[in-house]
């Protein structure tokens, strides 16, 4: 066997090796890139939205299909960010809530959702610097059986950007409204009492509810049952007062209509010596959650 044929042989047995190892490589990558493609649509981050927006600090929220790990990579530097509710590494949720600080006013700031095996660019721009106003925030609490801890609420009023929070401990929220900047970012809006708001309650799980009411009749909420859709801002009449005729024991102020106020009755009423012991709608001697649930759900009843 001369020299060249003694070359050919391992040469030609190299080549099918090689042809077989990248046949291999390419099924693989494309079993990878088949796995990752049917990966995406439950990993991917969507309803995102930008809220809280100030001169220095912003907040992003989004929802994942499952509980995920999910984070924000922000800045040149690629820094991660973590959730609000998060201190030294990402825990799993569908709910996702994350507050970008240290900004500069009046600036376009790019971020990257991370979750899976996704991400999603965005971009917003700060607001102006402005002074705040006097107007108070909105208070109250959410529960399902029990307090619901862990969710946001979210906060939308016309002619604004919209504000949000996490929930706390017993399902207590606090939403500043002070600091609430008008839709073009160029002043803070002053909310008067007749300012429609729009409150919505985003829970694990899929979860959610809806509170819409007036300023006016909601700086204090009290008690939000999740999974409700409430309108606060709807007037039921009630029949008028006769000697034959009872008025409705939900009419708490006894103005023949049932509505934002009489709900408000109940919810500056809780405890176990009510000021007003009409607020005890159930009877049982404390005014709490079962109270506001009752008021809450004849007004729902009588506005469909």
């Known amino acids: 066997?001369?020299?060249?044929?003694?070359?050919?042989?391992p040469t030609l047995l190299g080549l099918s090796v090689m042809t077989a190892?990248?046949?291999?490589l390419v099924y693989l990558t494309l079993q990878n890139q088949t796995i990752v493609g049917r990966a995406k649509p439950q990993t991917i981050?969507?309803?995102?939205?930008?809220?809280?927006i100030e001169d220095r600090s912003a907040t992003i929220t989004w929802q994942t299909d499952n509980a995920l790990q999910s984070f924000i990579i922000f800045g040149a530097s690629n820094k991660v960010i973590l959730d609000d509710r998060d201190t030294e590494t990402p825990t799993a949720r569908t709910i996702h809530h994350t507050t970008l600080k240290n900004l500069s006013p009046q600036t376009n700031n790019t971020f990257k959702i991370t979750t899976g095996n996704s991400s999603i660019d965005s971009s917003f721009t700060t607001a102006t610097t402005s002074p705040v106003s006097g107007a108070k925030p909105i208070t109250g609490s959410v529960f399902e059986t029990g307090p619901v801890e862990d969710g946001i609420i979210v906060a939308e009023l016309e002619g604004a950007i919209p504000q949000?929070?996490?929930?706390?401990?017993?399902?207590?929220?606090?939403?500043?409204?002070?600091?609430?900047?008008?839709s073009d970012l160029n002043s803070i809006l002053t909310p008067t009492p007749d300012s429609l708001v729009k409150l919505t309650i985003l829970a694990?799980?899929?979860?959610?509810?809806?509170?819409?009411?007036?300023?006016?009749?909601?700086?204090?909420?009290?008690?939000?049952?999740?999974g409700q859709d409430l309108d606060l801002t709807k007037t039921i009449a009630t029949p008028s007062?006769?000697?034959?005729t009872k008025v409705s024991s939900f009419d708490l102020n006894a103005d023949g209509v049932i509505n934002a106020s009489d709900h408000a009755v109940v919810l500056?009423?809780?405890?176990k010596n009510p000021k007003d012991k009409r607020a005890d709608l159930n009877r049982d001697g404390i005014v709490d959650k079962k109270d506001a649930d009752l008021i809450s759900e004849e007004i729902s009843r009588l506005a469909r």
């Not at 981050?45 to 809280?52: D, E, P, R």
Request: glycine letters at 12%; aromatic letters at 8%.
């Open 268 to 271: 500056s009423n809780f405890g």
């Open 21 to 24: 190892g990248i046949g291999s």
């Open 45 to 52: 981050a969507k309803n995102i939205l930008i809220t809280n």
């Open 1 to 9: 066997m001369n020299f060249i044929t003694r070359l050919r042989i």
């Open 241 to 244: 007062a006769s000697p034959r």
């Open 204 to 226: 694990e799980g899929g979860k959610r509810g809806t509170v819409t009411f007036k300023l006016k009749d909601g700086i204090f909420l009290g008690a939000v049952k999740l």
């Open 164 to 182: 949000s929070a996490v929930l706390k401990d017993k399902g207590n929220f606090i939403i500043p409204m002070s600091t609430i900047r008008s």
